[in-house]
């Protein structure tokens, strides 16, 4: 089965810059669609960015403009470059992909970003 495991988040003042990187791993698995959600304290978890294997896009309107999401089909990573960061997007972040051949969802680790001067 495939398992997700992040890296890249950390403490950043507001207007900087963070990447984001998931890879995928396993012995036999099948990812269709690969997103980044987060969960800030006392909220939701929200989808962030998502983008299938055909390349199709699509981002919560509050981080259009600022956020990039991009995959790399052969590696089975998917990455997502912050910009322009604000104190709202203070979370935990998580990758998040579908194994179509076990019709699962699959949840990374989580990783803190702190958006703080």
């Known amino acids: 089965q495939v398992q997700l495991v992040e890296s890249g988040g950390g403490l950043v003042q507001p207007g900087g810059s963070l990447r984001l990187s998931c890879a995928a791993s396993?012995?036999?698995?099948?990812?269709?669609?690969m997103a980044w959600y987060r969960q800030a304290p006392g909220k939701e978890r929200e989808l962030v960015a998502q983008i299938t294997s055909g390349g199709n896009i699509d981002y919560v309107d509050s981080v259009k403009g600022r956020f990039t999401i991009s995959r790399d089909n052969a590696k089975n990573t998917v990455a997502l470059q912050m910009s322009g960061l604000k104190p709202e997007d203070t979370a935990v972040y998580y990758c998040w992909a579908f194994d179509v051949l076990y019709s699962r969802n699959v949840w990374g680790q989580g990783t803190q970003v702190t958006v703080s001067s």
């Open positions: 396993g012995r036999r698995f099948s990812i269709n669609t």
